[in-house]
């Protein structure tokens, strides 16, 4: 089982940036995959970054060049750097561990605001 406790959202201008963190109850080399999902108002949850166990790195279109994954092994956590912050950045943004045992497990933190406006 893993516990995740997600961090870091708030409210900045366009054109800002913020560090959402994700900290997780076992140790994330044990993990198959983490990643950023985030969900608008009226939208579908959509993945944002992830990265493995093995250090491949996946990212949406929207957010290429501007957002990056990271993970930091002796803190058990995964982070989120977003920068150049659009209005359409605006979701509840959520943390995610696939766990690849037996079986595939997903498990997911409770979510951070995240809001974009002038």
């Known amino acids: 089982q893993v516990q995740l406790v997600e961090s870091g959202g708030g409210s900045v201008q366009p054109g800002g940036s913020l560090r959402l963190s994700c900290a997780a109850s076992r140790s994330i080399f044990s993990i198959n995959a983490m990643g950023w999902y985030r969900q608008a108002p009226g939208k579908q949850r959509e993945l944002v970054a992830v990265i493995t166990s093995g250090g491949s790195i996946n990212y949406a279109d929207s ?9 930091d ?12 912050l659009k209005p359409e950045d605006t979701a509840v943004y959520y943390c995610n561990a696939l766990l690849i045992r037996t079986v595939v497990t997903d498990y997911w933190g409770q979510g951070t605001q995240v809001t974009v406006s002038s």
């Open 73 to 84: 092994n002796a803190k058990n956590t995964v982070y989120l750097q977003m920068n150049s």
């Open 63 to 71: 957010v290429k060049g501007r957002f990056t994954i990271s993970r």
